[in-house]
């Protein structure tokens, strides 16, 4: 299949999906906090680490297709690093400071932990 439609449903479905995880975290936890954007920076990480690690060690025939429409697309997507900096932005306009410099050193911090962990659980689960 086209590389470009792949990227492009992909991308669809992890806007939808980023979009729906905002809003349950506005409506859950209130705008105090960018949760949403937190939870899907963290967990897009994750997914991501485990997608490359599952693919390294699967040795699938459609590793470059499903790269394009999970990794570039979904992912792509469905994580917000445009968000999460417009986020640390407005919460320092607000004179919260503090609270942006840990949001920003949190989610790069547990992202990479979580890149890492999901690459360490996929080694795990599909090496030979």
């Keep these: 299949m086209n590389h ?3 990227v492009a449903m992909g991308g669809a479905l992890g806007a939808v999906a980023r979009h729906l995880v905002n809003q349950a975290g506005l409506r859950l936890l209130g705008p105090e906090f960018p949760y949403g954007t937190f939870a899907v920076n963290v967990a897009g990480s994750l997914a991501v680490g485990l997608l490359v690690g599952w693919l390294a060690q699967a ?3 459609d590793a470059t297709e ?5 990794g570039v697309g979904f992912l792509g997507a469905f994580t917000t690093m ?5 986020d ?7 004179k919260m400071v503090l609270l942006a410099g840990a949001y920003a050193a949190g ?3 547990v992202s990479v932990l979580a890149v890492l962990a ?5 080694r ?3 090496s030979p």
């Design 59 to 61: 040795g699938r025939p």
């Design 88 to 94: 640390v932005v407005v919460m320092a306009e607000r």
């Design 82 to 86: 445009s968000a999460f900096a417009l």
């Design 4 to 6: 470009i439609l792949l």
């Design 107 to 109: 989610t790069v911090i």
């Design 118 to 122: 999901g690459l360490l659980i996929a």
């Design 66 to 70: 499903i790269r394009f429409a999970l």
């Design 124 to 126: 795990q689960i599909f």
